[in-house]
């Protein structure tokens, strides 16, 4: 049966009065703790998902980047595993190293006053290491696919004694080709457990992942009628591919982010542009999927504690990771697909905070841009000369409106300037 959906924008109200975290029934070390971090009010996510993880309820979790999905999960958890039982108890599944670091220090806080222990494990990390602090004992355990196998195969690691097992970024790790490892995993705990899949997107693969390995799961959605956080401005400029550079440069001055992610396409142009940029701005570093994982991580690390002003990346930053500070998003190259553009985008505008995302568009890419809107439902700034999509070839024509102007006050109160708003097709 579906929950009732609650609308993103509620900001975790229920029949319009604010749920507080010191309402819940939670043990006093994990209240201690949220208190100390400043968490007062469920998200809409938490206020939906909390009930069912406690009951034990399978579930598929459906929120927009940012929402506090990661808590969702981490808190009940906390709340229900033993901390007597030095067994995992709590498995989390994850589709990158950054993740899984991340998340295991999310639980680690939540569940620092409290006598439960979180670990994370991972490749390119000591095994062996890992091994000596499985045998220790931990009662909720994040890892990636690989990793986790690798354990299950080579050390006394057992998953008997897990009765959560949490699928987080489902979407992408089915995009990843982890489902024969996600099988793997289930076939390994044939004992009644209670499943969780926390996602930004619904794919096919996710559904048919439910209807094999879930039982009865309640379906929570909070995206279907908008995925784009609302705190989150979309900017498109519609440049030439040689004067991308100069243009990214001036928006920098501009704009004076406190904090960005540039975002790239690949490998060569993540490294070619943080060769040029870090010749025309201060602070600047780049991370892509060729660097070793220690110097990701450290580099993540620097990000997320402010050291670094402007992060030139590939998509291995744009999942699920949470950059706080970050006020601003550069879309060098167009995302490939909605999706990446949903998850890059995402990096900014969490927990209702405002952000902003500026992204370059080329002749060749508008095509593809035309998708990107409608599939986002994002009603588009311009800087400069607005393009005819509806001249763009393929597919039905959607009018996106006419390129008028925009003078009006921006989200934040703020004037824009050399803003053009496209009017929304009238609805029939």
């Known amino acids: 049966m579906k929950t009732p959906r609650l609308d993103a924008g509620d900001g975790g109200r229920r029949n319009g009065l604010c749920v507080k975290f010191n309402d819940l029934d939670l043990k006093p070390g994990i209240l201690k703790a949220l208190k100390k971090k400043g968490y007062e009010d469920l998200t809409p996510i938490q206020e939906q998902t909390f009930p069912h993880v ?12 940012g929402s506090g999905k990661t808590a ?30 991340q998340y ?9 006053e409290t006598h439960v222990e979180a670990f994370a494990v991972y490749g390119g990390f000591s095994m062996e290491i890992q091994k000596g602090k499985l045998e220790h004992g931990v009662q909720i355990l994040v890892a990636t696919p690989g990793r986790l196998i690798d354990l299950l195969y080579n050390s006394p690691l057992r998953l008997a004694e897990v009765r959560y097992f949490v699928l987080d970024e489902a979407d992408e790790m089915l995009n990843q ?25 619904m794919p096919g693969e996710i559904k048919q992942l439910s209807k094999k390995y879930l039982d009865d799961p309640v379906l929570i959605e909070l995206i279907a009628d908008q995925k784009a956080p609302q705190s989150l401005i979309h900017v498109f400029c519609e440049v030439k591919p040689h004067d991308r550079l100069e243009k990214l440069k001036e928006l920098i ?29 201060k602070s600047v570093e780049q991370i892509h999927g060729g660097m070793d994982q220690g110097k990701r991580t450290s580099l993540f690390r620097r990000f997320k504690k402010l050291d670094i002003r402007f992060l030139v990346a590939t998509d291995i930053a744009a999942r699920g990771l949470d950059f706080s500070h970050t006020t601003h998003i550069f879309n060098f190259d167009l995302p ?5 553009y949903t998850h890059r985008t995402g990096r900014t505008a969490r927990m209702g905070r405002e952000g902003k995302a500026i992204t370059f568009v080329t002749a060749r890419d508008l095509r593809k841009l035309r998708t990107i809107l409608r599939d986002n439902r994002i009603d588009p700034d311009w800087i400069g000369d607005v ?19 925009h003078s009006g006050k921006s989200r934040s109160g703020g004037r824009r300037k050399n803003f053009r708003r496209r009017k929304p097709k009238p609805k029939e």
Not at 93 to 98: D, K, Q
């Open 72 to 101: 969702a999960c981490a808190i009940p958890v906390v709340q229900s595993v033993d901390p007597a039982l030095k067994e995992v108890q709590a498995l989390v599944l994850v589709p990158t190293r950054e993740l899984a670091l």
């Open 387 to 405: 393009p005819n999509l509806d001249k763009v070839g393929g597919g039905k024509k959607k009018s996106y409106g006419g390129g008028r102007q």
């Open 177 to 201: 080709g982890f489902l024969p490892d996600i099988e793997f995993v289930f076939s390994c705990m044939i004992h009644e457990h209670h499943t969780m899949l926390f996602s930004a997107t």
């Open 104 to 112: 295991v220090d999310e639980i680690a806080w939540i569940a620092k």
């Open 253 to 281: 001055d501009s704009e004076k982010p406190d904090q960005a992610i540039v975002f790239c396409s690949s490998r060569n142009s993540c490294e070619k542009l943080y060769d040029q940029l870090k010749k025309k701005v």
């Open 54 to 65: 406690l009951s034990g309820r399978d579930l598929i979790a459906l929120a927009e980047t």
């Open 336 to 340: 490939h697909s909605s999706e990446g």
